[in-house]
């Protein structure tokens, strides 16, 4: 899966990293209006992946309903045997997943 997505103020890019894990960079707000695209975007990611990379390098808000479908991705990914993890995440949005509690489960260091 390779591509580009562009949804209202969010762009998604998708290419293969290696061994069949798909890295996603999300740029731009994660918010109700995009949450949906988001969230679809990461379920066919995990669609005959061996594992997902999610960089949020480039985003610059993640509010509620941004964190809430990373944390159901991460699970329906789970469920899939897919593993979804979180790189990246700076600034305001690192400190909401860490005030929210799910920093440590979704983010693992590089």
Same mark, same amino acid.
């Given at each position: 899966?390779? $591509? =580009? +997505? ?5 762009? @998604? ?6 061994? $069949? %894990?798909? #890295? /996603?960079?999300?740029? &731009?707000?994660?918010?109700? =209006? ?5 969230? +679809? ?9 061996? &594992?997902?990379?999610? !960089?949020?390098? =480039? ?8 964190? $809430?479908?990373? %944390? #159901?991705a991460?699970?329906a990914?789970?469920?899939? &045997?897919? !593993? /979804?993890?979180? @790189?990246?995440? #700076? $600034? @305001?949005? #690192?400190?909401? /997943?860490? %005030?929210? &509690?799910?920093?440590?489960?979704? %983010?693992?260091?590089?």
């Amino acid at each position: 899966m390779t $591509g =580009e +997505e562009v949804r209202a103020r969010v762009k @998604i890019r998708s290419h293969v990293i290696n061994d $069949g %894990v798909i #890295r /996603l960079a999300v740029a &731009g707000e994660i918010d109700l =209006e995009v949450a949906d695209d988001l969230y +679809e975007a990461l379920i066919r990611a995990c669609h005959g992946a061996a &594992g997902v990379v999610v !960089d949020l390098a =480039e985003v610059s808000l993640c509010d509620s309903t941004g964190i $809430g479908v990373l %944390v #159901r991705a991460w699970s329906a990914a789970h469920r899939r &045997g897919v !593993d /979804l993890i979180v @790189i990246n995440p #700076r $600034g @305001i949005v #690192r400190r909401s /997943l860490q %005030v929210t &509690g799910v920093l440590d489960s979704l %983010v693992r260091m590089q």
